[in-house]
């Protein structure tokens, strides 16, 4: 079955520590997107590329890294500077114009 | 800038009550609208979107939504509301041509009270 794959479920990192986020599509769609989901404020756009080695910065990229080098494939970074890591991060893609957007399970992460 | 308004964080309704959710959002161009819903424990899914046409749109599960352009406003309904359909529900909008951003609410905590 086609999807989006999240890896791992759960990661945790010591501060100081940067840490990367595995997002994988077998759904052979152009655009993918990271979000961070935290109580009360919804899902904020971290990054988010329409084509391979192209991405642009969404509302809260300070802090994150990204690379798009494979179009089944979109990582994400979460570095040191990021002061407040500590959240459930999700991937999403989605394929032609008029279609919406599939996510993933997420991935939750804390910090020792 | 585009963003997207959810004004009420958290409704508690009775089961059979009506439910209508606001979702307001800002972008000057053409946008795709969609209401997101997500189960405890369960990731986000697709209720409905609309993309052109026909202004009123229906969904899954017995939700509708009507985009008003003058207003902005996509707000999400069901006439009677049951048990299950306690959940969290987000409104996003996606902007047409050149870069896709697509923008969420900071989402409705929704619970039914049987």
């Known amino acids: 079955d086609g999807g989006i794959t999240q890896s791992p479920k759960y990661l945790f990192r010591k501060e100081g520590q940067n840490v990367t986020l595995s997002c994988e599509q077998n759904l052979n769609h152009d655009a993918m997107y990271w979000y961070r989901q935290d109580p009360g404020q919804g899902l904020r756009l971290i990054y988010y590329?329409?084509?391979?080695?192209?991405?642009q910065k969404g509302d809260i990229a300070e802090g994150y890294s990204v690379s798009r080098e494979k179009k089944e494939s979109f990582p994400l970074t979460v570095t040191s500077a990021q002061k407040n890591p500590t959240a459930f991060y999700l991937c999403?893609?989605?394929?032609?114009?008029?279609?919406?957007?599939?996510f993933g399970d997420g991935t939750r992460l804390s910090i020792l | 800038a585009q963003s997207v308004s959810q004004h009420n964080h958290h409704v508690i309704l009775s089961e059979a009550a009506s439910l209508e959710l606001g979702c307001n959002y800002s972008y000057g161009g053409t946008v795709n609208l969609f209401w997101y819903v997500q189960y405890p424990g369960q990731h986000l899914q697709l209720l409905l979107k609309?993309?052109?046409?026909?202004?009123l749109v229906k969904g899954i599960k017995g939700f509708e939504a009507e985009f008003i352009k003058s207003k902005f406003s996509f707000n999400l309904r069901k006439p009677s509301v049951q048990w299950s359909d306690t959940a969290e529900y987000f409104c996003a909008v996606r902007s047409v041509g050149g870069y896709q951003k697509v923008t969420f609410g900071t989402g409705t905590k929704l619970q039914v009270i049987p």
């Open positions: 999403a893609s989605s394929g032609a114009v008029y279609q919406p957007q599939h």
């Open positions: 590329s329409q084509i391979v080695n192209d991405f």
């Open positions: 609309y993309f052109s046409g026909d202004p």
